[in-house]
């Protein structure tokens, strides 16, 4: 069985400054691993993924992820925030069977 | 192609009516999700289509739900005698499955039901 940890359900933040969501998996299978965030009523958009290769993935927006397998962890991180930044973000893991598991999710607050 | 879709996007329904909901996946996608999300949640997996056949079901998929995909292209989530607990955005996702590689679902913008 698969799981994921979000290991804050809220995060308030000053514009411009630094972030950190943080999120932990278990799995006895490789995984893949994704950020999705999601607006009021709106449903989910990919912000970022980690399938193979290099373990730092990068949005195009500014945030990142570092995938590490030793700690098991997919933090995300962005250096300076915005008003707009202001969402619900959910980690993700999937197998090669396809199906999601999925965070309870952290609620990112940009306060001006 | 712009994606995933979901209609409708709102249900207000009376406990104990039947709704039905109908998600269309990217074209080329041969794989189908539904999830179920609630307040304060992440989205839980409730079943999943390879083409036209369902592969898992999950057991918070009661009697009363049950899902189709005739044909391997849309596909419909009906909830029937609902519940007040039944009130939830229910979201439809799609993804290519390619053998040996992750696969990543895009999801569409759900469907918002409340049961009164």
């Known amino acids: 069985a698969q799981s994921v940890t979000q290991l804050d359900s809220q995060v308030p933040v000053f514009e411009e400054a630094p972030v950190e969501l943080r999120c932990n998996y278990s799995?006895?299978?490789?995984?893949?691993l994704f950020w999705y965030v999601q607006y009021p009523n709106q449903g989910l958009q990919l912000l970022l993924k980690?399938?193979?290769?290099?373990?730092l993935v990068e949005s195009i927006n500014g945030f990142e992820a570092e995938f590490n397998k030793s700690q098991t962890s997919f933090h995300l991180r962005k250096p300076s925030v915005h008003i707009s930044d202001t969402a619900e973000y959910f980690c993700?893991?999937?197998?090669?069977?396809?199906?999601?598991?999925f965070g309870d999710g952290t609620t990112l607050t940009v306060k001006p | 192609d712009t994606g995933v879709s979901q209609n409708p996007r709102h249900k207000i329904t009376k406990r104990g009516q039947n709704v039905t909901f109908r998600c269309d996946p990217i074209?080329?996608?041969?794989?189908l999700y539904w999830y179920r999300q609630t307040l304060g949640q992440g989205p839980e997996f409730l079943t999943y289509?390879?083409?036209?056949?369902?592969?898992?079901k999950s057991r918070l998929l009661s009697d009363r739900f049950s899902a189709e995909r005739p044909k391997g292209s849309f596909s419909t989530l009906e909830i029937q005698r609902t519940e007040q607990g039944d009130s939830a955005m229910y979201l439809c996702?799609?993804?290519?499955?390619?053998?040996?590689?992750?696969?990543?679902?895009?999801f569409g913008q759900g469907t918002r039901l409340t049961v009164v």
């Open positions: 799995s006895s299978v490789s995984v893949y």
């Open positions: 993700a893991l999937n197998t090669n069977a396809g199906k999601s598991t």
């Open positions: 074209s080329e996608h041969n794989r």
């Open positions: 980690y399938l193979s290769g290099s373990t």
């Open positions: 996702a799609s993804s290519s499955r390619r053998r040996g590689q992750g696969t990543e679902a895009f």
């Open positions: 289509f390879q083409n036209e056949a369902q592969l898992e």
